[in-house]
């Protein structure tokens, strides 16, 4: 088990002549969980996007769960989950079969009944075989919460997870954080509502123009 769930250190990340983040380091205990705040354009997603292995830094270091993200991308890659605002959904599939093709790809022994296990989880018995075309949002977000449990991740990354449900998905989501950190995952949650986020996680990073900033 490595020590830090992840390491940044001195991290730039430019998109032309825009720099979203600028010398940001930062390093997370492994099995602890951590609230990310920011303004809009503060560099968040982009953050959580070089955890995930879908960019890497123009300059600095990273590496998540022990390994360097440039140099072991396919290694990380099946140990971290993404909720984010795209589902990356197959849009002709169910729910049900976007699930079953995730677990034949992990190769998931008896795939059938933890599908529809957590179909029942994320409570789309009633739709789980209808085309995800034809969800609304929140029933998309259901699907991906499912798609992040079979994952089973040693990271989470939880953008704006609270988005898009309504009262009771929140409180389901509460529940699945608290249920992430008591099996050991190490959790990011990048989110707009610190309170309920402080209650949710150990530490705190705020950016500002993709730096480290004073929390107010």
Known sequence: MPQFAFEIKDVSKRYGQHWALARLSYSLPAGKSLLLTGHNGSGKTTLLRMLATS???????MTVLGRDTRQARDEIRPEVA????????????SARQNLRLLASLMGIADAKKVCDELITRVHLN???DNPVREYSAGMRKRVAIARLLLK?????????????????????MEALIAEL???????????????????LTDERLHLQAGRVGEVT
């Open 55 to 61: 960019t890497f830094p123009t300059f600095g270091t």
């Open 152 to 172: 089973a991740p040693k990271l989470a990354l939880l953008d704006e997870p609270f988005g898009e449900l309504d009262p009771q998905g929140i409180l389901e």
């Open 82 to 93: 993404l909720l984010s605002h795209a589902s990356f959904l197959y849009e002709d599939l």
């Open 126 to 128: 009633t739709r789980g």
């Open 181 to 199: 950190k008591a099996k050991g995952t190490s959790l990011v949650l990048a989110t707009h509502l610190i309170e309920q986020g402080q209650r």
